[in-house]
């Protein structure tokens, strides 16, 4: 069994996915809808911008979602379709691409959800009162006894549980530097803030999760071709209402990204293919379950090899 699985923030990067718009018309026409969804074009940020503008939330999240849309329209072009697989998932913004990957949602819709979502969760944290950190070589449970101990009555919760050693913390500017500080006395191996602009996938962006609600309830959502790992439960879903009410508490909520890679591990999921650019969660994958095979497709010569791969 396969999942195909796509990236969050961070992977961004100048000119990522312009090698698959020349190669491949579908690859372009994704670009070319989310620029009109969104009524500009993000495809020149995206291809000959600038990192700090592009990095900016509100354009970073529907920049990489159009990104993996088009190595995911670049597979089709050679053979591969989203049946290929009996999974998806994304981490975070990445489960949006997942969903709309798996025709749960339009690219249209999608583009103009994560524009919002991006500039919600900006908004809704004024800048320097939030923050995260990502604390390495302590595990989950470890970590939130790190979380309670920094809170202090402010906000510091395990955010992103990314693998067996890499856990982010979300919250008050002061709780995230007290975690830092905890982490290290714990024997974290390395404990840091990171380049943030908000403190995502804590309490605190509950006005977003707010925004996020009335937008959802405005969206066509589709049942998805196959089950959607989510980030949430960290089990499959597969019905639209559920995706809905799921998308909302994903703004709030951790990102359970180990437990969501070992229950595909444990239905039987044997290799992952990351669709999208960079290979953040190609490498969290294989810290998570070193026997699960991997392989990523941001350029065309990676659409090439998967497809000739999967069609063996």
Not at 178 to 188: D, F, L, P, S, T
Request: hydrophobic share 50%; net charge negative; charged share 20%.
């Amino acid at each position: 069994m396969r999942a195909f699985v796509f990236p969050g923030q961070g992977a961004q990067a100048i000119r990522m996915g312009k090698a698959l718009a020349d190669a491949y018309p579908s690859a372009k026409a994704v670009f070319d809808e989310v620029d009109e969804a969104l009524g500009e074009k993000l495809s020149d940020l995206i291809w000959d911008g600038d990192i700090a503008d592009l990095t900016l939330t509100q354009n970073a999240q529907p920049a990489l979602m159009a990104t993996s849309l088009a190595a995911m329209r670049a597979l089709e072009a050679e053979g591969v379709t989203i049946s290929d697989a009996s999974y998806v998932a994304g981490h975070s913004l990445g489960e949006y691409s997942a969903l709309a990957a798996a025709g749960a949602l339009t690219i249209s819709d999608t583009a103009k959800l994560l524009r919002t979502r991006g500039e919600a969760m900006q908004a809704a944290v004024p800048v320097g009162v939030g923050a995260m950190a990502a604390l390495l070589g302590l595990d989950f449970e470890t970590t939130q006894d790190v979380a309670e101990a920094a809170a202090q009555g402010e906000v510091c919760q395990a955010a992103n549980d990314n693998d067996p050693a890499q856990v982010v913390v979300s919250g008050h500017k002061a709780a995230i530097e007290r975690a830092v500080e905890i982490a290290k006395e714990k024997g974290a191996r390395r404990a840091m803030l990171l380049p943030v602009s908000a403190p995502f996938h804590c309490s605190l962006m509950a006005p977003a999760a707010e925004a996020m609600a009335r937008a959802l309830a405005e969206v066509d959502i589709n049942d998805p071709a196959i089950p959607v790992v989510a980030n949430v439960v960290a089990e499959p879903i597969s019905d639209a209402t559920t995706i809905r009410s799921l998308l909302v508490d994903q703004v709030t909520s951790s990102v359970r990204w180990r437990e969501s890679v070992l229950w595909m591990a444990g239905a039987g999921v044997i290799d992952t293919v990351e669709i999208g650019p960079g290979k953040a969660l190609t490498g969290m994958i294989r810290r998570i379950h070193k026997d699960m095979a991997t392989a990523t497709v941001g350029a065309p010569d990676d659409v090439k090899a998967v497809a000739a791969a999967i069609k063996a």
